[in-house]
């Protein structure tokens, strides 16, 4: 089973990183995840790698973060976000939003009854 981590609008783990945070995502649920779960996604709205923020190999090999390749208007990748990693997300049995906009990605990708 895999979890799929939808951060607030715009986030990701350089912006935590620049106010000293990062160790708050890495440690506190990046961690306790995988003792639970087999993988977990991390939608990111910033170009970056899990690679610039921990040599710890274990949480490279799996954790996957998904990240655009170049910067973007947050409102324009939350939108597209569920269509650019449509496969990923349907890989999670669950989505973990981060604030009540974290939610936006989430409610696009899901499936209309």
């Known amino acids: 089973m895999r979890i799929g981590l939808l951060p607030a609008l715009g986030g990701g783990i350089r912006a935590l990183a620049q106010s000293g945070q990062q160790s708050r995502l890495i440690d506190g649920y990046f961690r306790p995840y995988l003792e639970t779960f087999d993988g977990l996604l991390y939608f990111s709205y910033l170009p970056e790698s899990l690679d610039e923020f921990t040599d710890d190999t274990t949480l490279r090999e799996r954790v996957r973060v998904l990240a655009p390749s170049r910067p973007m208007a947050r409102g324009r990748r ?23 906009t974290g939610v936006i990605p989430a409610l696009i990708a899901r499936p209309i009854p």
């Open 78 to 100: 939350a939108v597209q976000m569920p269509f650019v990693h449509a496969a990923q997300m349907k890989e999670c049995s669950a989505l973990r939003v981060f604030q009540i």
